[in-house]
């Protein structure tokens, strides 16, 4: 069966700390992506990542950064975390090579709070 | 730029009712378009699919009909189950490149015994 992991349910960090949070898949699948979830704003692209090393931006980057040394490990840094970072985040994967195409399969999700 | 718009919710319905979610979009182009589907505790799943008017998705007795003429793509089950209490994420993906899939903000579906 199909999976994506995220390494931790929930976390509770302080403001300042540098956070890591992990994702692996199983399927061997090219692209990956980190969200973050918020009521009423559904999900937000902060990062993407097509390949090996390779990395783009989405739509809200700062405070962020991605390490992808690994195909199936994708992991979001924040660098000095903050109390706007507290949210739900979601690791995607998809072995769609088209343009645009969309996120398949979703982990599910890391609480994180920011105190 | 592009964007979603879905009804707020939530939605609250008796099991066998008939549910309809709204949602609609604009693109430059031609976007394909998506129903997610995030049960509690749990991450995203694509539910179904739409790539060009006129297409209808379908899956688990759900479907949506692309309709370019009105720019919407409405989720719609004859008879839900209270297995189906969810949150459903409609999103689109621009088909100019680019890999940024767009999503609404959710309508969560209550549906009592």
């Known amino acids: 069966d199909v999976k994506v992991t995220q390494s931790s349910r929930y976390l509770v960090k302080r403001t300042g700390e540098k956070v890591f949070l992990e994702c692996v898949q199983d399927?061997?699948?090219?692209?990956m992506f980190w969200y973050r979830q918020d009521p009423g704003l559904g999900l937000r692209l902060i990062y993407f990542s097509y390949d090996v090393k390779m990395k783009e931006k989405g739509d809200i980057p700062e405070g962020y950064s991605v390490s992808r040394e690994k195909k199936e490990r994708f992991s979001l840094i924040l660098e000095s975390a903050s109390t706007n970072q507290t949210s739900m985040y979601l690791c995607a994967s998809s072995d769609q090579r088209t343009l645009g195409a969309p996120p398949l399969h979703f982990g599910n999700g890391t609480r994180l709070t920011v105190t | 730029g592009d964007s979603v718009t879905q009804m707020e919710g939530p939605v609250t319905l008796s099991e066998e009712a008939f549910l309809t979610i709204n949602c609609t979009y604009t693109a430059t182009g031609y976007p394909s378009l998506f129903w997610y589907v995030q049960y509690p505790g749990e991450g995203l799943q694509l539910l179904l699919k739409?790539?060009?008017?006129?297409d209808k998705g379908s899956n688990k007795g759900f479907e949506a009909t692309y309709r370019k003429e009105t720019t919407s793509f409405h989720l719609e089950k004859g008879s839900v189950q209270v297995s189906d209490s969810a949150v459903y994420f409609c999103?689109?993906?621009?088909?100019?490149?680019?890999?940024?899939?767009?999503f609404g903000a959710g309508t969560r579906l209550f549906v009592k015994a």
């Open positions: 999103a689109l993906s621009p088909n100019t490149g680019g890999f940024k899939t767009i």
């Open positions: 739409a790539t060009k008017a006129d």
């Open positions: 399927m061997d699948h090219e692209n």
